[in-house]
């Protein structure tokens, strides 16, 4: 149940981005009368999400026939692979937010005139198994490291995540719920960066105790004693499956490197780029416009989900 809550924050994260995405299109389809296409988009849909979260689900809980060792290995850099991945998700959102609903109507206006449908489901699609994959990367990162072998509550979560993810994407199309998409990518992004720390350690911990990086058993400092008498706590356990908080009380020397840089380069540039001072998309040249409607809806979008929602209204 430990990594329930995580599990859960990760796929409604992903799932927003993806529901979004895809809400938008459909939104643009049902506007210029193509609802044609929506067939198509709908089984892309199923099939990005289905093949991802099949081999999240293989990778997470399959049969296992490996060496200790080359678990050891494929653990720690399927580890480091899911940081990456997250790093990588937070900024480009914080990145592209703002202009992503005149982009994808620029680009879905210009697929429909160039006579090809088929690039707007393929954008679909795109998203969503880009999102797909790093939630199963992500998930697999964080139960491995939680140590926790169940099934149901892991999977749970992730499905509980993606049923809000797509009806909150759903009440944004129909113009329900107003939501300042801004501030939910920034906290959300705070949190997955303190999650991303916890599994950096465990990641090097992983590579240290198969021999491919030295200094398993080496610690820096040792209160592991502090950690017996809670280790048992549900609010223990919770802030474990969250953040690995076990490794801060024994770490060795390059795990406590390794969470301490990543945690201060990427707080910090976080911080930057939620204050516009760095990767943001000012200067960063517009798409060629179709037509003149299509550049004064450009100018005029935002980064919040009231907007969005209008622009559905408007659709429906």
């Given at each position: 149940?430990?990594?329930?809550?995580?599990n859960?924050l990760?796929?409604?994260?992903e799932g927003?981005?993806a529901?979004l995405?895809?809400?938008i299109?459909?939104?643009?389809?049902?506007k210029?009368?193509?609802?044609?296409?929506?067939?198509?988009?709908?089984?892309?849909?199923?099939?990005a999400a289905?093949?991802p979260?099949?081999?999240?689900i293989?990778?997470?809980w399959?049969p296992s026939?490996?060496t200790?060792?080359?678990q050891?290995?494929?653990?720690?850099?399927?580890?480091?692979?899911?940081?990456g991945?997250?790093?990588w998700?937070?900024?480009w959102?914080?990145?592209?937010?703002?202009?992503?609903?005149?982009?994808?109507k620029?680009?879905?206006?210009?697929?429909?005139?160039?006579g090809?449908?088929?690039?707007?489901?393929?954008?679909?699609?795109?998203?969503?198994?880009?999102?797909?994959?790093e939630?199963a990367?992500?998930?697999w990162?964080?139960?491995?490291?939680?140590g926790d072998?169940?099934v149901?509550?892991?999977?749970?979560?992730?499905?509980?995540?993606?049923?809000?993810?797509?009806?909150i994407?759903w009440?944004?199309?129909?113009g329900?719920?107003s939501?300042?998409?801004k501030?939910?990518?920034?906290?959300?992004?705070y949190?997955l960066?303190?999650?991303?720390a916890?599994?950096?350690?465990?990641?090097?911990?992983?590579?240290?105790?198969?021999?491919?990086?030295p200094?398993?058993?080496?610690?820096l400092?040792?209160?592991?004693?502090?950690?017996?008498?809670?280790?048992?706590?549900?609010?223990?356990?919770?802030?474990?499956a969250?953040?690995?908080?076990?490794?801060?009380?024994y770490?060795?020397?390059?795990?406590?490197?390794?969470?301490?840089?990543y945690l201060?380069?990427v707080?910090?540039?976080?911080?930057?780029?939620i204050?516009?001072i760095?990767?943001t998309?000012?200067?960063?040249?517009?798409?060629?416009?179709?037509?003149?409607?299509?550049?004064?809806?450009?100018?005029?979008?935002?980064?919040?989900?009231e907007?969005?929602?209008?622009?559905?209204?408007?659709?429906?």
């Open positions: 149940m430990s990594v329930f809550i995580p859960m990760i796929a409604l994260r927003v981005e529901a995405i895809v809400g299109i459909v939104a643009y389809l049902v210029v009368g193509r609802k044609d296409v929506l067939p198509k988009l709908w089984i892309g849909v199923i099939l289905a093949i979260m099949g081999c999240g293989y990778w997470t399959g026939t490996l200790f060792q080359a050891e290995i494929l653990g720690g850099s399927l580890s480091i692979v899911a940081v991945f997250v790093t998700m937070i900024f959102m914080g990145k592209n937010s703002r202009k992503m609903t005149a982009e994808l620029d680009k879905a206006e210009a697929a429909l005139e160039s090809n449908p088929m690039a707007l489901v393929w954008m679909a699609v795109f998203a969503v198994c880009r999102e797909g994959a939630t990367i992500f998930v990162a964080t139960v491995k490291s939680s072998t169940g149901i509550w892991p999977a749970a979560g992730v499905i509980v995540g993606l049923i809000l993810a797509i009806v994407g009440l944004i199309y129909k329900s719920v939501i300042n998409l501030l939910f990518f920034n906290i959300t992004g949190l960066i303190l999650v991303a916890g599994i950096m350690m465990y990641g090097i911990g992983d590579l240290q105790e198969a021999g491919v990086l200094g398993w058993g080496v610690y400092y040792d209160y592991s004693a502090v950690i017996g008498p809670v280790a048992g706590q549900w609010w223990f356990v919770l802030l474990n969250f953040f690995n908080v076990q490794y801060w009380f770490p060795t020397h390059a795990q406590f490197a390794g969470w301490i840089i201060v380069v707080l910090v540039l976080f911080t930057l780029q204050k516009g760095i990767f998309d000012k200067g960063k040249k517009a798409a060629p416009k179709v037509n003149e409607k299509a550049s004064e809806e450009t100018e005029a979008s935002d980064a919040t989900v907007e969005a929602a209008e622009e559905a209204q408007i659709a429906g």
